[in-house]
């Protein structure tokens, strides 16, 4: 990302408009279940507020679809933010408006204020002119850090960058730089870890992956097209026989690439879709009939291990089994752990595959821990995302 950040520009008491990630998951009292966003978004909060800025910051939470949703509301998020900043953040009741621009106003310097959900405004995913256009008149500068949402051109991602100097925050700037390590020039062997559910949402990563990786590792409910492509019976596991072509076209690739391609040599069935079901590890070509794969098995993940022993750089996308069940998450956390202490780059992305190394307790360990999901495939990819393009070009 060659972009410029809140380092390369004037801020001192300025009024600054900053997009930041709080999209966090919520239980149904609505009670925050991981406050990761929150922390990650701290260093550029902090940085403006010693820099005297009035800090306006936005965010979206949920789905509301472009109606006020009461659970959605912001509010406990202004409070958590209030906690681990150790000062007060006060809540706006929307995020344009008269009502806004007075709390602006009374916005002292190096005081944090936390608009309403953009998205109870349909103007907000539509990227409507005059809705950024509003929002941009409520600061003289903008500063994007909401690396999740940055593959959306939406009104506080894209078109209010349009309209204010725009720069990236310190969040962005982070993200960025560990995917450079991979995208750009990586420390070798560079080791990549896809697993999840399906090969569809993945194709464009898998491709660009195969061209810089050396060593390549499939998990997940999509790994079991690749072995039904190469020809293993797979029981009631969840396969996409619409990729099976594709399956069949990245196995032919590594092999011309010399990329060392890794699939399950043996994997974890059970008798149905359930935390509690009855479950057995066999090996790939003896899934019994009426049986579905929900995890790799140890000898996979010893595998994999070995593969990636002597890799620099490792990035991993996508849990190696159904890791919401504790029994299917075996593979996954043993998989964590070895790359806990391995001497090597190591970079998460993906909201369940961050969710689960954290479950893990050995989140620490690990060099980088994306907040994005879509946002970090899409980076991954190569592509250009529409809300760091439109800032400021360093
Ligand atoms: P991330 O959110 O980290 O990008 P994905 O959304 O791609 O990860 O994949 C996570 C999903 O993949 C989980 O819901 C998990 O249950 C599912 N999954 C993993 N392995 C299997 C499997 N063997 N069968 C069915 N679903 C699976
Ligand atoms: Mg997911």
Redesign the pocket.
Known sequence: MRKQTVRDIEIERQRVLVRVDFNVPLDEEGVILDDLRIRSALPTIEYLREQRAKVILCAHLGRPKGKIVESLRLAPIARRLAELQDAPVASAPDCIGAEVEAAVAALGEGEVLLLENLRFHPEEEANDHAFARQLAALADLYVNDAFGVAHRAHASTEGVARLLPAVAGLLMEKETEYLDRIIAEPERPLGAII????IA??LGVLRTLLAKTDVLII??????TFLKAQGHAVGD??VEDGQLEAARALIDEAAQRSVRLLLPID?VVADR?AADARHKTVPVDQVPDGW?????GERSVATYSEALRSCRTVVW?????????PQ?ARGSATLARFLAGLDAVTIV????????VRETGLAERFDHISTG??A??EYLEGRELPGIAALRDG
Not at 195 to 198: F, P, T
Not at 219 to 224: E, V
């Open positions: 697993g999840g559910a399906k949402d993945k998990g997940g409910g999509m790994a079991n596991s969840l994997v879709f579905r794969i929900l995890d790799v996308n996508g849990p190696l089994g159904v890791a919401e069940f299917f992305g993906g909201g369940e595959t961050a969710a689960m999901g879509g970090f495939l």
